[in-house]
């Protein structure tokens, strides 16, 4: 599975991108897929993931309310809306895929493949 994000750029506070990771192959609509992201000097850390059924969403707490984890398998794409952008919401985002259908959402350990990550800035 090869994972393409793209949609990053800089924005002011307040402001809103999307991101979109679009994945290769015929099993998309079977894995999970999640957003992680990494600043400077940080570990990477969980933003959001969907079940490969989109039936379950979870978000972490920093970003519900302004961000919203979406797919569309017939696209093979996953989105993350990200409304009222702050500046701690700057950093590299990665996309991700889970194969296990039970597996955990949030730990960066359970996912099995990544994408090279969209820079995202947000300037006050």
């Known amino acids: 599975v090869q994972l393409q994000a793209s949609g990053g750029g800089s924005v002011q506070a307040g402001g809103s991108l999307r991101l979109s990771c679009a994945a290769s192959?015929?099993?998309?609509?079977?894995?999970?897929m999640g957003w992680f992201r990494q600043a400077p000097g940080k570990e990477r850390e969980f933003v959001a993931a969907?079940?490969?059924?989109?039936?379950?969403?979870r978000y972490s707490d920093s970003v519900k309310g302004r961000f919203t984890i979406s797919r569309d398998n017939a696209k093979n794409t996953v989105y993350l809306q990200m409304n009222n952008l702050k500046p701690e919401d700057t950093a590299v985002y990665y996309c991700?895929?889970?194969?296990?259908?039970?597996?955990?959402?949030?730990?960066?350990?359970?996912?099995?493949?990544w994408g090279q990550g969209t820079q995202v800035t947000v300037s006050s």
């Open positions: 192959g015929r099993t998309f609509s079977s894995y999970n």
């Open positions: 991700a895929a889970q194969i296990t259908p039970w597996g955990a959402l949030s730990t960066v350990d359970g996912y099995d493949y």
């Open positions: 969907i079940r490969w059924s989109g039936g379950g969403t």
